[in-house]
């Protein structure tokens, strides 16, 4: 994704560990990342910001979330399938620089092994700003 281009739009499904989006983003270029709709963790549905009040069950559970300091079920994206590059995209991420060139990849913040539960998709859409 080149120079000031055409948003990119994109669903974001749930029950995916990794959605690869198709999108390359550069290092260096900024980018805006707008997401909307609502997506399901077992019975509880949340939007990209995820869940702020998480069921007993999910607090039990909170300390193996893939991101730990996120909600559950926040917006995630990350270059490349790489965890040390995951960033907070929620239902906004304005103004986000890459650190490297890479594919974005998004996720729905989850505890691994519990993506068989999850449900929906959130639709996200992409566009180089600089």
């Known amino acids: 994704m080149s120079g000031n281009a055409a948003p990119i739009v994109v669903a ?7 959605n690869d989006t ?8 900024t980018y805006d990342l707008l997401a909307e ?14 869940n702020p009040d998480p069921s007993w069950m999910q607090r ?3 300390r193996w979330l893939r991101v730990k300091e996120e909600n559950y079920f926040a917006l995630i994206g990350a270059l490349d399938r790489d ?14 620089r890459a ?6 990849t998004c ?6 092994g519990f993506y068989w539960n999850n449900r ?6 992409v566009t180089r700003t600089g």
């Open 12 to 18: 974001i499904r749930a029950e995916l560990r990794w």
């Open 22 to 29: 198709g999108i390359r983003l550069e290092a260096g270029g």
């Open 37 to 50: 709709g609502t997506w399901t963790d077992l019975f509880v549905p949340s939007g990209p910001d995820g």
């Open 60 to 62: 039990r559970a909170a």
């Open 83 to 96: 965890l040390s590059t995951a960033f907070r995209i929620g239902h906004a991420a304005r103004g986000f």
């Open 99 to 104: 650190t490297r060139s890479g594919q974005l």
């Open 107 to 112: 996720f729905a913040n989850d505890v691994p």
């Open 120 to 125: 929906g998709a959130v639709r996200l859409t």
